[in-house]
């Protein structure tokens, strides 16, 4: 079975430095990715999806994300994160035609 | 994007009562609506998807008699919890997807369940 992994559950960080979340899936064929974002008391956002093509995705907000198929990740990142970043953010896997495997979660805490 | 809205956002109930959510899909027709549930420091776990119109199917081990769900419109899902029980308390999101997006899903702003 397909699983996602998000490898820190808990981020905490200072206003301007920089992210970096770790997501690695376990599937052989082709696959969709997201990422989601869920500020607190809100709906999940989408953030940033990969289908095809550049692997290297822009998303809202200043962040971006890399799929490295060899490594089989879809990394999030952002350069300098601000205190409104602060929320729960989820990887998610859809390979073609299937369900969506999302991740267990990073809570991100960014500190004024 | 597309909005989803989910109702009611908190309920507290009695166990042994039922409590029906609502998954509403607002500016397009969802041909596919999915529910999951999270517990505390766990992923997004799908309970089922359901089509318009149709049975919805269930993931292994979660039982069908237990979380009702009808997608009776291309706009509208429910879940029904039926005879709850403290260990349903739980958080609960739809998502909805149609076809001219793809894989994309939209979700729901969840609703948190507490059984008391």
């Known amino acids: 079975a397909q699983s996602v992994s998000q490898h820190n559950h808990h981020v905490i960080l200072s206003e301007a430095a920089s992210l970096e979340l770790g997501c690695n899936y376990s599937y052989g064929g082709t696959v969709n990715l997201f990422w989601y974002v869920q500020y607190p008391g809100q709906h999940l956002q989408l953030l940033l999806k990969?289908?095809?093509?550049?692997?290297l995705v822009k998303g809202i907000k200043g962040f971006e994300a890399e799929f490295i198929k060899s490594k089989f990740s879809f990394n999030l990142r952002k350069p300098s994160v601000q205190w409104s970043d602060t929320a729960e953010y989820f990887c998610?896997?859809?390979?073609?035609?299937?369900?969506?495997?999302f991740g267990t979660g990073t809570k991100l805490q960014v500190i004024p | 994007g597309a909005v989803v809205s989910q109702h009611p956002s908190r309920v507290i109930c009695k166990s042994g009562t039922s409590v029906k959510i609502e998954c509403r899909s607002l500016?397009?027709?969802?041909?596919?609506m999915f529910w999951y549930r999270q517990f505390p420091k766990q992923s997004l776990m799908l309970m089922a998807t359901?089509?318009?119109?149709?049975?919805?199917?269930?993931e292994q081990g979660v039982e069908k008699d237990k979380f009702l769900i009808n997608h009776a419109s291309l706009t509208l899902s429910t879940l029904t919890v039926t005879s709850a029980h403290p260990e349903d308390s739980s958080f609960y999101i739809c998502?909805?997807?149609?076809?001219?997006?793809?894989?994309?899903?939209?979700f729901g702003q969840g609703t948190r369940l507490t059984v008391v």
């Open positions: 359901s089509n318009e119109g149709s049975k919805a199917t269930y």
């Open positions: 990969y289908f095809s093509g550049d692997p």
């Open positions: 998502s909805a997807r149609f076809v001219r997006r793809g894989t994309e899903a939209f």
């Open positions: 998610a896997v859809i390979p073609l035609n299937q369900k969506v495997t």
């Open positions: 500016d397009f027709q969802a041909t596919t």
